[in-house]
Nanobody
Framework: EVQLVESGGGSVQAGSSLRLSCAAF????????MGWFRHVPGKDREGVAM????????YYADSVKGRFAISQVSANYTVYLQMNNLKPEDSASYYC???????????????????WGQGTQVTVSS
């Protein structure tokens, strides 16, 4: 119903920046809330940021506040995650997720989201 395609991962040095992109296709009206998650093997998938597309309200994990910024281009149903001052602990597979209905209190819960992208790898070396 909704396909999410991520791009923009890579390997960088600590202190560098990367921008991830997530484009939604298909029934895009169902991608009202779009979030970024990251996963490291052996750990739970962690919510990084979410944007409520109608009014562009954003939410962030404490670990990335002030360094990461989520934004959107409404016309092409694309959401970006600008990651600045990257740290080795930011290394993970990053996933885009979307859902039609959401609320602020549960934005970082993986169970909220109906659609997921395939993931893109971010590696930060010290």
């Amino acid at each position: 119903e909704v396909q999410l395609v991520e791009s923009g991962g890579g390997s960088v040095q600590a202190g560098s920046s990367l921008r991830l992109s997530c484009a939604a296709f298909g029934y895009t009206y169902k991608s009202v809330c779009m979030g970024w998650f990251r996963h490291v093997p052996g750990k739970d998938r962690e919510g990084v940021a979410m944007i409520y597309r109608p009014d562009q309200t954003t939410y962030y994990a404490d670990s990335v506040k002030g360094r990461f910024a989520i934004s959107q281009v409404s016309a092409n149903y694309t959401v970006y995650l600008q990651m600045n001052n990257l740290k080795p602990e930011d290394s993970a597979s990053y996933y885009c997720a979307a859902v039609q209905f959401c609320h602020a209190g549960s934005w970082s819960s993986t169970s909220l989201y109906s659609y997921w992208g395939q993931g893109t790898q971010v590696t930060v070396s010290s």
